[in-house]
């Protein structure tokens, strides 16, 4: 299963790599390692960059994608991911990526989206039920269900999710089209925002009691 998750990472990696025209702007060097010293380095896409001639082989790297994570939390899922945060080299390349853990019966990674990327998911391991939601005003949603070696692409900015309907643990992997896709997750921005937005307006827009707007706010 290790060699598999290697091999499936490589791969994600690959397909990703083909999306980076649509959000990360190309880079103009072999590559933009990024640090947080600006002395003696050039500002590049909003991070400066180590002097090429003193890169090292660590900061292209990234290890423990092999371990199965906590998944014991709210919503029985955990990300672990894998951008520029993680991995300095990934500056200006525009791909990033996260594995996702799914506890069994119920794991999920709830509605949100990337303002900066595309994602394409592959399952390792169990079934899970994915989906994403297009825009206005059909906000139709498109979905299916998901067994290992399937693939599925999310489009960039669209709601989506992925829900484990099986009774063991799920595992995936998916590669991002920029080095820092961003996540947006919407109960958590629409009701546990801050400064809270005004229980009225949220009252109004999901038409619902302002009591209950405010219970919901509370949960967050």
Known sequence: MEALQIIVAIFILALASSLTFASDPSPLQDFCVAINDPKGSVFVNGKFCKDAKLAKADEFY??????????????????????VAQMPGLHTLGISMVRIDYAPNGGLNPPH??????????VLEGTLHVGFVTSNPDNRLISKVLYPGDVFVF???????QYNIGNTYAVAFAGLSSENPGVITIANAVFGSNPSI???????????????????????
């Open 62 to 83: 990234f290890s423990g994608l092999h371990i199965r994570k906590n998944t014991s939390n709210i919503f029985g899922s955990t990300v672990t991911p894998v951008n």
């Open 113 to 122: 989206t990337h303002p900066r990327a595309s994602e394409i998911l592959v």
């Open 155 to 161: 489009p960039v900015g669209l709601i989506h999710f």
């Open 198 to 220: 005004n229980a009225d307006i949220l009252a109004k827009a999901f038409n619902l009691d302002r009591k209950m707007v405010k219970n919901l706010q509370s949960e967050f």
